[in-house]
């Protein structure tokens, strides 16, 4: 037998074989407490942790390795199958005692508070989700703020001459969003308006009144109808396209390469869309309050008898300066309201299939939702103003 080397100690030696020493865990149930402890060399070992010892719920569960002398992703695994189950019984689970990245990889596993702090408390659960609450709404809010105020720089920018945008895109985004609106404006329009002028004259004919048929129809389409429709429909067809065309060339990365090219993205793809249903919005809702007087005279004239010639003339006495402006400063508004959203909603939008898909449903109902908002807020207004 051959003498060990000088300078290998019988200690050294023991503490290698310790080191190296077979994984070993017990639970040991102290009161109410539970603790599990493990010792040995865990490194390759896949065989299961014992089970606990008995059915009673424990209130604290602690994990004692001190005699732990090294591990892998098997231990945690077994840590976590047994510790899971008590930590969902509302059992408190202590990590202090392992080492700091087992502890870490447990306590992410686990969903545990980092070690040394305490759980919040109801009331602090509830005040924390109402303030990510009030964050996430400010954040949008600010983001749509922004965003306007990007408008309003690229817009000043035009009309300095330093923009981005070319006239020929304005002048597409004209014929796109105007001839080509035509049919369903005057479709809508005139639906909506036999509808109006024939409850309206049905109303009337009770008190033999059918000669206010005109002022009705003429009043009522040229100062609120014509431009809420015409908003409704641009929101339905124009404000959907944008977000759609926008968040796509977002979800391929052509905005990024916009910006990168140094082409101002606001500049080249929002504000030919503004100007666009700038200039269409009271040509639409002139068109739309026409087709609406007109189907006004064909209900008056056909069903309810009155003369063609006395439509006519009481049209044109109620078709006042101021109606006619009111209804012109509202289409226009809408439809750049319109043109804001789509816009927003495609410069916003992720960078998937789904996500554009959710951009144009946004577009629509925000659109629409703005609409009915300012529609409210003009109409007091120009009411107190007597206008």
């Known amino acids: ?156 920018r035009w009309l300095r001459g330093r923009s981005d945008m070319r006239l020929s895109d304005l002048a597409w985004q004209i014929e796109q969003t105007g001839p080509r609106s035509l049919p369903i404006v005057a479709l809508v329009c005139f639906l909506v308006g036999l509808i109006v002028a024939y409850m309206g004259a049905a109303q009337l004919q009770r008190f033999g009144a059918q000669n206010y048929i005109a002022d009705l129809v003429t009043v009522g389409v040229v100062r609120e109808v014509a431009a809420l429709l015409v908003g409704i429909v641009l929101a339905g067809r124009v404000g959907a396209a944008f977000a759609a065309q926008i968040g796509s060339m977002r979800a391929n990365e052509e905005v990024d390469a916009l910006a990168t090219m140094g082409v101002n993205p606001i500049d080249f793809l929002v504000l030919p869309r503004v100007l666009a249903l700038l200039i269409i919005g009271p040509l639409l809702t002139a068109f739309g309050a026409a087709v609406g007087m007109a189907v006004g005279w064909l209900v008056a004239v056909g069903i309810y008898g009155v003369t063609p010639l006395e439509y006519v003339y009481a049209s044109m006495q109620a078709l006042t300066l101021p109606h006619v402006v009111v209804g012109l400063i509202k289409g226009t508004t809408y439809s750049v309201l319109v043109a804001l959203a789509g816009c927003l909603q495609g410069m916003s939008a992720g960078r998937s299939a789904q996500a554009v898909g959710d951009a144009t449903t946004a577009s629509v109902v925000q659109a629409i939702v703005w609409i009915v908002v300012v529609a409210s807020a003009l109409t007091v207004v120009f009411q107190r103003l007597n206008y």
């Open 1 to 156: 037998m051959r003498d060990a080397p000088s300078g290998y100690a019988l200690s050294d030696t023991m503490e290698v074989h310790d080191k190296t020493q077979a994984p070993d865990a017990r639970w040991l149930q102290d009161g109410d407490d539970w603790v599990l402890e493990l010792s040995g060399d865990w490194r390759g070992h896949r065989a299961a942790l014992p089970d606990r010892p008995s059915n009673d719920e424990p209130r604290n569960v602690r994990v004692n390795a001190a005699g732990l002398a090294s591990w892998d992703a098997a231990l945690v695994s077994s840590l976590w199958h047994q510790l899971e189950p008590l930590q969902r019984r509302d059992a408190s689970v202590v990590l202090q005692e392992l080492p700091d990245g087992l502890q870490q990889i447990l306590a992410l596993a686990l969903e545990s508070p980092p070690p040394g702090s305490t759980a919040p408390a109801p009331q602090s659960t509830r005040v924390a989700r109402v303030g990510a609450r009030v964050t996430a709404w400010w954040a949008l809010r600010r983001k749509t703020l922004t965003f306007f105020g990007e408008v309003l720089l690229s817009l000043g």
